[in-house]
């Protein structure tokens, strides 16, 4: 009996479930019939022209203006340090000693050589004047009076170089020797230091190619970094490449004079803003008008009660609104809500 109830009801439960959906399925049936709606709502701005603000605010990075890592150009044991990390050394300034007794001694040697050997040639120079001597007794004399100048311009260079000097005015960045260190000179030259000059600095950076060719050299730029906020530097751009990478931008390098006050260091980061971009007059849209990419931009203008899908070509953006170069009149309507509703060559009607 309880079993007859339990398919009673399951029937019962299934023929309501059967109803729902044939009401439902007439139901859209009808708004079918009825046909889809031919009127679609959408708001509308006018293209117009504007002032148009171009900014241009990228970071780089701060390098010396020279950055110079010194070599060893002799061998032998370092006798005396003359530099510290943090120093600052004027161009020609002894860094090192590298003991020198025996360069010393060659030299005193390769002078004394050379002293006798010019003598030695001004008298044979006499003599021939003189037909006491034969043209290859001269002949001998001037070159034994070359190679022994040559012996002591060598010797004279080797004891030179066992004073370690930078060659630029800078500051010590990296002291790799000690007192009592072995040094190599070529091929195998020890690195001793590293002195890099922040009279000025360069910033390396790389810029859009649109940007590329706005820039120019000589162009001022606006420097600031977080290390001194309240600070503003002036640049200059010194160079702007003239290949881009594979990413379509090119390098550019600015320069600054340092200050004493708030000194910029290598390594560091900053932020650049162009300020000879300017600001123009051009025809503009609201960025919400486009339908599509930037790549490529096509929006719709209403003619007559009619959405038309048109292809425009842009440019710069700032703010809410982008740069039409080519594809929009000044006045044209463009739909800059409800685009996502409609297509090509549709009826709307423009909600006030």
């Known amino acids: 009996m309880k079993k007859g109830k339990l398919i009673i009801s399951v029937v019962a439960v299934l023929v309501v479930i059967v109803a729902i959906l044939i009401m439902n399925k007439k139901k859209m049936a009808s708004y079918t019939a009825g046909g889809i709606k031919d009127v679609y709502y959408v708001s509308v701005e006018k293209a117009s022209r504007k002032s ?146 922040i009279s000025r600095v360069k910033i390396k950076l790389n810029i859009a190619e649109k940007d590329a060719f706005i820039l120019k050299t000589g162009d001022q730029v606006s420097v600031t970094s977080d290390v001194y906020p309240e600070a503003t530097f002036t640049g200059k751009i010194e160079s702007i490449g003239a290949k881009g990478d594979d990413a379509h931008t090119f390098p550019i390098e600015i320069s600054i004079a340092n200050e004493a006050k708030h000194q910029l260091r290598a390594g560091m980061f900053a932020r650049i803003s162009f300020t000879s971009i300017k600001s123009q007059e051009t025809v503009v849209i609201s960025r919400a008008a486009l339908v599509g990419s930037i790549k490529t931009p096509q929006v719709f203008v209403v003619e007559n009660g009619i959405a038309k899908l048109r292809t425009i070509t842009v440019g710069n953006e700032s703010g809410l609104y982008i740069q039409v170069l080519k594809g929009l009149s000044v006045g044209e309507e463009v739909v800059v809500s409800g685009q996502n509703n409609i297509v090509d060559n549709i009826k709307v009607e423009i909600l006030k």
Not at 166 to 195: C, E, K, Y
């Open 52 to 197: 148009l603000s171009e900014s241009l605010s990228l970071v780089g990075t701060i390098y010396a203006n020279n950055d110079v890592n010194i070599m060893s150009e002799t061998s032998g044991k370092v006798t005396a340090v003359f530099a510290k990390v943090g120093d600052y050394k004027s161009a020609g300034s002894v860094l090192f000693q590298v003991d020198d007794e025996l360069k010393k001694a060659a030299l005193m040697s390769a002078e004394a050589n050379y002293e006798k050997a010019k003598k030695d040639y001004e008298r044979t120079q006499i003599l021939f004047q003189q037909k006491a001597a034969t043209d290859a007794q001269l002949d001998m004399a001037k070159l034994g009076s070359v190679n022994a100048e040559a012996q002591y311009i060598v010797a004279k260079r080797q004891m030179a170089d066992t004073k370690i000097k930078t060659p630029i005015s800078g500051f010590i960045a990296a002291r790799n020797i000690d007192l009592g260190s072995m040094v190599q000179g070529a091929p195998q030259a020890t690195l001793v230091a590293n002195v890099v000059d």
